[in-house]
């Protein structure tokens, strides 16, 4: 039986992989001799593909590593945490002065992996020094490990990477959080009411924005944050929430003076007859709320603070579409018209129902 860390155990390996795990070079030499490709991953099984420099990182063949080094592979594409873990293993006993000049030009995704091998805990103590030593910086590196620490409620490594001069405001978006979440949009989601405050007081940006549009403050509305969505309030530019500012920065929206109307009253809960996706409500934005976002090319206005049991869908308003409501699907990147407002809010369970049976398009 053959294992290999957080991959998975094998009763036995293709060829090629065979020769990496056994650290037979000279197989290797000729394969690359005849035009391996060593950046093709090798398919171990149906569900596991791995690349060669993984593979030879994970199984620890630093002279496999070296050899891969020597001959052009890609360094800046692993993220995978196999390939951190045995990096880990090898960097501290490298000798390759190859390797050694290749380590310094390792991306920030190394940083992040590196210190989250272990426990957060240990970030500091073990891994961090270790990131300084490899000839990373951290100051320009870290907003992936700040990022995840505040994920893991880990003050200890927060700290300690602001006082390196950490961006507090690290937004690059990748894997886990592909539209660009900052630290306090992560709080704000989770509903830590003392991490924000943490991170305010250090200098978070508190009107920065995701991708999509969501500031911590319309996120802490979306999840029903109330006492949260109060301070990030209280924080935010009075025009933030000046109605008439509003209605001029979407003039462009067209918004019919029945939505408008809707959006600048109390009851911004739509109560939905009783249907077989178990939809049982329908919360909207305040008009100064709303947000404004883009699906492709398109222009799109956030209506919808939240959907009962369904927080990947979205109301929006479709300036191009004379005055349609259409529904989009975050997680399966899909759109489609639904109806003028006044039908949508007589039967909006009719008009949802639709949309996920795929009937409109």
Not at 33 to 54: F, M
Not at 70 to 83: P, R
Not at 153 to 165: A, S, W
Not at 252 to 275: C, H, I, M, P, Q
């Amino acid at each position: 039986m053959i294992v290999l860390k957080d991959i998975g155990r094998f009763e036995e390996l293709p060829e090629r992989a065979m020769h990496i795990y056994k650290g037979d070079l000279p197989a290797l030499h000729t394969a690359i001799t005849a035009g391996w490709n060593i950046e093709e991953g090798i398919v171990l099984s149906k569900h596991t593909t791995i690349s060669p420099l993984d593979l030879a990182l994970i199984s620890q063949q630093m002279e496999v590593v070296k050899l891969l080094v020597e001959n052009g592979v890609n360094l800046n594409v692993h993220q995978k945490s196999g390939f951190f873990s045995g990096l880990f293993a090898i960097a501290r006993r490298a000798s390759s002065a190859t390797l050694q000049r290749k380590v310094p030009r390792w991306t920030s995704t190394i940083v992040r992996d590196l210190a989250l091998i272990h426990r957060p805990t240990m970030a500091t103590k073990i891994n961090i020094p270790l990131i300084h030593e490899l000839g990373l910086d951290i100051k320009l590196h870290g907003g992936a490990v700040l990022r995840q620490a505040v994920s893991d409620h880990d003050y200890k490594t927060l700290t300690y990477l602001l006082d390196q001069g950490v961006n507090i405001n690290y937004n690059k978006p990748d894997m886990v959080y592909p539209y660009g979440a900052t630290p306090l949009t992560v709080a704000a989601r989770m509903g830590v009411m003392s991490m924000v405050k943490f991170l305010v007081e250090h200098g978070a940006d508190v009107t920065l924005a995701e991708k999509d549009g969501d500031r911590p403050y319309t996120i802490a509305v979306s999840n029903k944050h109330t006492e949260l969505a109060d301070y990030l309030k209280s924080l935010e530019p009075v025009d933030f929430h000046n109605a008439e500012n509003k209605k001029q920065e979407l003039k462009a929206y067209k918004l019919t003076d029945e939505l408008v109307s809707f959006l600048l009253g109390d009851k911004l809960r739509l109560e939905l007859a009783e249907n077989e996706y178990g939809i049982g409500y329908i919360d909207f934005f305040t008009l100064t709320d709303t947000i404004q976002m883009k699906v492709g090319r398109q222009k799109l206005l956030r209506l919808s603070a939240d959907i009962d049991n369904y927080s990947g869908l979205q109301l929006v308003w479709n300036p191009k579409k004379k005055g349609l409501i259409g529904c989009y699907d975050v997680e399966h990147k899909t759109y489609a018209d639904l109806c003028s407002f006044a039908e949508f809010i007589t039967q909006p369970e009719l008009h949802l129902v639709r949309f996920l049976e795929g009937e409109l398009s």
